[in-house]
């Protein structure tokens, strides 16, 4: 049950992660479309968090620093994403981003264990 700001704005980061990519890679299409489905969704889901999190005061001088160390490697990854993504065929695509996914499920499995 969401019974807090902070759950609700995890509720909101988690319906942007992998649940709408997973269903994207399900129903198929062209990755450019599926591209096209999933940016804007992340933007407006994502930034809606963010300005819910500035509202409520969740954001403090910590998290401005976090920011700034963590916006260099955002940029390059972001750059170097949109390049990979021109070079490479859709079941290729498919391919990473399942690998990604897998990954990412590995990593909060562990947190999860690990606490």
């Known amino acids: 049950m969401i019974t807090t700001t902070p759950d609700l704005l ?14 994207l890679q399900l129903k198929g ?5 599926q591209r096209a489905i999933y940016q804007p969704f992340n933007l407006i889901i994502l930034g809606a968090a963010s ?21 260099p490697a955002t940029i390059t990854g972001a750059f170097f994403g949109s390049r990979i993504y021109k070079g490479i065929s859709e ?25």
Not at 94 to 114: D, K
């Open 91 to 115: 079941k290729r695509f498919r391919s990473v981003v399942f690998v990604l996914l897998l990954f990412s499920g590995i990593v909060l499995i562990t947190q999860i264990v690990l606490n």
């Open 51 to 71: 300005i819910a999190m500035v509202v409520t005061g969740q954001v403090d001088t910590n998290v401005w620093v976090a920011i700034g160390a963590c916006l």
């Open 10 to 23: 995890g509720l909101l980061l988690v319906v942007a992660g992998p649940i709408p990519l997973i269903w």
């Open 29 to 33: 299409g062209e990755t450019a479309r």
